[in-house]
């Protein structure tokens, strides 16, 4: 157990360094090998691996925890579901004017990775473990609204 802590606080400690690494690394073998195209098969089992990864992180004991927090969840709540809608809809006005790109860009802005926004809380110093016990609950909200 120790060492698997040792490992999360070294690949917390060099987070920043590791994501870059990773996009830098896939611009290249995207531009150096066109056939890498064919390993786009394997982009949606990664992300379940992230976001499982991420989950794996919520303590089932503090689960109802974020429930609890009424003012945080209803800041959440507002934030992902009112003020980002409006941000991109303002936003979206400059994007180029191919339909398939404005969708791909509201896509990106309105359903974001929970993985992705509980690793910036916690660079960003938040509350990322309360965020992460929240992200159940924002993740099955997301998909209700987009079946709607």
Known sequence: ?????NLR????AHQIAIYFG??????????LFPQAASLELLVNPAL???LFVTFLQVPLAELGRALTQVRF????????FIVAPILVSVLVQFAPVDPMIRLGILLVLLTPCIDYVV??????????RLLLDATPALLILQML???R
């Open 22 to 31: 990773a996009v830098i690394l896939a611009g290249l073998v995207g531009s």
């Open 1 to 5: 157990m120790k060492g698997m802590d």
């Open 119 to 128: 690793t910036f809380a916690h660079i960003g110093r938040a509350d990322a």
């Open 9 to 12: 606080a070294a690949f917390d």
């Open 145 to 147: 609204l987009l079946q």
């Open 48 to 50: 379940a691996l992230m």
């Open 73 to 80: 969840l209803a800041a959440l709540l507002v934030a992902n």
